[in-house]
């Protein structure tokens, strides 16, 4: 694996901020984009736009067969086993809002429970807890040990014949860890119950192959898979799909239209409602053919390697405490200095041009787990690199000198 081929595909991290050369460790919030993502959006505004599926000139035709073309990049990137099975979203949350919605109107009754674990970011929570007071369920928790560990033992005391869905992370966005999925997803399975897998970080790191897997459900967004923002990808088991009514409604995902009744377009249009977002699909379906040209195994090892390394500098910083210490956890490393706001210590390093995320991350659970108010998070991303970690325990240590 070349770093140095890689970093050159992605042209911001030749910037500077605030004077300093850019560090970026933000990659769990939003991944930067390759040269291939951004040329290929700017040459579809100034050669290509037109809209999909609803013309019968050129350029739409082109436009079309290009949405499509990603539809089977992306199907094959996470082992799909049909094309009828990927449908195309606004963002993780809007995959999951519409499995919440259109499943819990379909298979959720009064009386039922939904599983969620502990370590879950605000859009594997608080959709099902919606649909769970909308229809008379119960939320039951499955939790996750100081490690990071989820307790995944735990599960068989919170599965019965009333339970109906697990949602359960592949990698957390705080924590780093990566909870044993197969196990769970059987034990739900035996039980009756439905699997929604949130894949952000975890298609991002090591990836997935969704047939094998057996999740019901998968959900991911494309700007941290180094693709367009305002794109997102909902896997999901064609019976399932079929069973459940539409979300959304409008223009595409429609068959017949009349007052008297309207019928549905077929998978994967019956929950593709409106004017797709067409330029951000194929710039992700551009994201995994650059995926695709790279050695993951070896971008992954990268990824771990840059990431222990830093972990093992910051661990010899006074006071520092790291959440989420679990062996194969991805790379993500969260912390707090004893005496230091985690605020604080992200504008100093943003003034030394190095930009890390601090606050909540969408997982106010995970907070009070540790009873704490927010973290630093430092996520790596292929392009980072060891020398990187060294700027960044710098950085941290003259913000510790100053603010302690």
Request: negative net charge; contains cysteine.
């Amino acid at each position: 694996m070349n770093i140095n081929s890689i970093r050159n595909d992605f042209p911001i991290l030749g910037t500077k901020v605030n004077g300093k050369p850019l560090i970026y460790l933000d990659s769990g919030a939003t991944a930067q984009k390759p040269e291939r993502v951004i040329e290929a959006v700017n040459r579809l505004h100034r050669e290509q736009n037109a809209n999909i599926h609803r013309g019968v000139h050129r350029l739409s035709e082109e436009a079309t067969e290009l949405y499509e073309q990603a539809r089977e990049r992306v199907r094959m990137f996470i082992g799909a086993a049909q094309r009828e099975e990927v449908i195309f979203t606004a963002g993780a949350t809007a995959s999951i809002n519409t499995v919440a919605y259109a499943w819990s109107e379909r298979f959720l009754h009064v009386g039922d429970n939904i599983i969620i674990s502990e370590m879950e970011h605000h859009s594997n929570i608080v959709p099902w807890q919606l649909m769970a007071e909308r229809k008379g369920a119960e939320i039951r928790v499955l939790p996750f040990e100081d490690s990071g560990r989820l307790m995944e033992e735990k599960l068989d005391e919170l599965l019965d014949e009333r339970t109906r869905m697990v949602a359960v992370t592949q990698a957390s966005n705080t924590l780093g860890t990566r909870p044993e999925l197969r196990p769970i997803i059987e034990k739900a399975h035996a039980a009756g119950a439905h699997v929604l897998v949130d894949g952000c970080q975890g298609v991002v790191h090591g990836g997935v192959d969704v047939t094998s897997l057996d999740c019901d459900f998968y959900a991911f967004s494309g700007h941290k898979l180094y693709g367009p923002t305002g794109i997102g990808v909902l896997y999901g088991k064609r019976e399932l799909l079929e069973q459940m009514p539409p979300f959304l409604c409008g223009g595409d995902m429609v068959d017949r239209v009349s007052f008297a009744k309207t019928t549905y377009a077929p998978l994967p249009l019956k929950y593709e409602a409106g004017t797709a977002n067409y330029i951000g699909a194929i710039g992700l379906g551009e994201a995994v053919e650059y995926l695709n040209g790279l050695d993951l195994k070896a971008v992954e090892e990268h990824e771990k390697d840059v990431a222990r390394y830093g972990e093992e500098l910051l661990q010899q910083i006074d006071g520092l405490k790291i959440y989420g210490t679990t062996d194969d956890k991805c790379s993500i490393i969260s912390f707090n200095v004893e005496g230091v706001h985690h605020y604080d210590l992200g504008m100093i390093l943003d003034k030394l041009g190095i930009a890390i995320r601090t606050g909540q991350h969408c997982a106010e659970p995970v907070m009070a787990h540790y009873g704490i108010t927010g973290m630093c998070r430092a996520s790596i991303a292929m392009y980072n690199t060891r020398e990187e970690m060294d700027t960044l325990v710098r950085g941290v240590e003259r913000a510790v000198r100053m603010l302690r």
